[in-house]
């Protein structure tokens, strides 16, 4: 291959840098497009959630904690700026956006009873209360008892005194 010996031995060769250049700017533009598709994709995500619903909760995830066990995730970086956008089309139409306080225990705490485990390690997916033998899924369970703090907030305008709400 000629033209490839051509490069390789002469790194001065002017022919190199428009090649390096086309790459990075290929390169840039691949960015550009995933970045912009999914600014997108959030943008819809967030029109059709603030169509559907009058209150939204989430929780504010421990990141630098999930990022001292799994590494920095592309999503995590992704769902902040979802969040910022959500909060933005939220504000337009007089939406309600609550967010739960990241040391309130969602996974830890029986969605069915309120007891509060005292560990809950991060690999376990379901777990059985041993107050009221209910079996709860993580994710399902963290997420019934954010709506439920996040309802009682949207009310009570204090997270830490809708605890009490959930725990019947
Ligand atoms: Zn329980």
Known sequence: M???????????????QPTLERARLNLVRKHEDVTNR????FWKLAHELTNRFDVLCFETLNLKGMQRL????????????FLKILEWVATLKGKQVVFIDR???SSKT?????????????EV?????????????????????????GASTAKLGDVRQATPAIAV
Do not use: M
Request: proline share 6%.
């Open 2 to 16: 000629p033209s490839r010996k051509r490069v390789v031995s002469t790194p001065r060769n002017e022919k190199v």
């Open 38 to 41: 999914r600014s997108d994709w």
């Open 70 to 81: 799994w590494g920095r995730l592309i999503s995590d970086l992704a769902f902040g700026e």
């Open 103 to 105: 040391w309130y225990p």
């Open 110 to 122: 029986c969605s069915n009873c309120g007891h509060v485990l005292k560990e809950l390690a991060l």
């Open 125 to 149: 997916r379901e777990w059985r209360c041993p107050s009221c033998q209910s079996v709860n899924g993580r994710d399902e369970n963290a997420a019934i008892n954010i709506c439920a703090v």
